[in-house]
């Protein structure tokens, strides 16, 4: 949704600022590109699309980093090492580039942790850019599934794939993964998806849609301690959706 399955609510829209003193000629030489939400069926658009939502679950490694980082337990826990560090190695003011080097050599080893324990995002990307990842839900059933592009220009910005699950005599429309480059979330693209996604579900006739309890950004890889920016990330974005299905 993100990474992030992150919320993309409107707050700016991907137009030309509004100028006093226009000039035709210049916008005629630079015209803005357009913005257009689709069912992508171009092979070389789906495959950007893969990429991205792939490229999103790696991203959540960063996320994760800054969590642990961050946390008030790692904070204080490194403040502790400092200060056993200081106990052992002070006698007078000559120790003190030994205490220095020392405790950089723990701030090392603690990011060396982090990354270790980080590191299970990337191999989770590179499971969600796998082909068997795209495909493997037309196995449980239900309808096709459709992956929906946001393009800028000839920039692919966006991507959602919403897939029809058979449930009893239902099939309800399932949003496996959702995600906006980070330098368009928070301009309206991520809202864009998601009504498309409506609208297919609407045509096809299925309930929903509704976010995937297993989608591409769900997975938490650390300690519940630290999953507190990507449970308030979920809220967000199920939240996201469930405005819009209000509206409608």
Sequence with gaps: ?????????PEQSLTAPATTDSNPTAEASNPIPELSTYIATDPDEVLSAHRLIADSVAQQRQLAARAIIFHPVWVGAM??????????LYHD??????IGTTGAGCVMAGLTLVRLWTGGYIEHAEHVGTRAWLEGAEESGGDKQEILVTKFGEKIIGALVVKGVQEGRKV?????AWTVTQRYRGKGVGSGLLEEAMLVCQKRRWKGPEF???????KKLLPSLFNGPF???????????ENLVKKK
């Design 1 to 9: 949704m993100a990474n992030e399955p992150a919320s993309e609510m």
């Design 79 to 88: 403040l502790a090492v400092f200060a056993i560090v200081y106990k052992w």
């Design 93 to 98: 003011s000559s120790d003190l580039p030994l």
């Design 172 to 176: 309800h429309g399932v949003i496996r």
């Design 212 to 218: 995937d309890e297993e989608h591409a950004n769900a």
């Design 231 to 241: 449970e308030r990330r979920e809220r967000r974005a199920r939240g996201a959706l």
